[in-house]
């Protein structure tokens, strides 16, 4: 199946600070997706993105599908942007999600 | 009322006991996922089923069973629970766009401990 590898693995920030989290794919994908699990379990769908760019607010993200990466922008960081953030993706060949290690964001005030 | 409900929320259960979770949604979408979450290691997908007739293995089925009731309902059963299944396990549900799953909810997730 694919993999989905993402980096860093840990992120600490102050806020206010910006940062980028990257998600790197080792197949063609149909369907790409960024997720926040906030420090209490829950998951929250944050963009849905198989190519191009997308902007929510302080949140961004950038697909590159033909170089199989995807790159989530988070500026002005804010305390509750703590969580975890997963990137998921699904192939051409599959029908499920499948998710990344994550990437876990601590900012501090 | 959540879009996704997920019962129990929290749950001990002995080595080698039946144990059902069960997810009921009110999106109106099509697919339904079973997922587990390990720390360290995102989640991992168990089950899905794109409707009701469907069903399908996911990454690590071996140990569980899933059944698919009705569009709106899909629960997980570990038939001989072993400890290293203790988990966080989520449901999921999405529904079919031109570019595969869309609109993906999770429920709150069930945190099952295996003793």
């Known amino acids: 199946g694919i993999q989905v590898e993402q980096s860093p693995p840990d992120l600490i920030l102050q806020e206010g600070a910006n940062s980028t989290l990257r998600c790197n794919f080792s197949d063609s994908v149909n369907n790409l997706q960024w997720f926040h699990q906030n420090p209490w379990g829950q998951l929250i769908n944050l963009f849905y993105i198989p190519s191009g760019t997308k902007q929510n607010g302080r949140l961004s993200a950038t697909t590159v599908a033909t170089e199989r990466y995807s790159l989530l922008y988070i500026s002005s960081s804010q305390t509750t942007d703590s969580g975890v953030y997963f990137c998921a993706v699904e192939g051409y060949n599959n029908n499920d999600m499948r998710f990344g290690a994550g990437t876990r964001l601590t900012v501090k005030p | 009322d959540a879009d996704v409900t997920q019962t129990p929320r929290n749950r001990i259960t002995k080595t080698g006991k039946r144990i059902m979770l069960e997810c009921s949604q009110t999106k109106g979408h099509d697919r339904m996922y079973w997922y587990r979450q390990d720390p360290g290691l995102g989640l991992r997908l168990i089950y899905y089923?794109?409707?009701?007739?469907?069903?399908n293995k996911g990454e690590i089925s071996d140990g569980y069973s899933v059944s698919r009731q009705a569009q709106a309902k899909f629960s997980l059963s570990l038939e001989s629970a072993i400890p290293n299944q203790t988990a966080l396990y989520f449901c999921?549900?999405?529904?079919?766009?031109?570019?595969?799953?869309?609109?993906?909810?999770f429920g709150s997730g069930t945190r099952l401990t295996v003793v």
């Open positions: 089923s794109f409707d009701v007739k469907d069903i």
């Open positions: 999921a549900t999405s529904e079919t766009g031109p570019m595969g799953s869309m609109g993906y909810t």
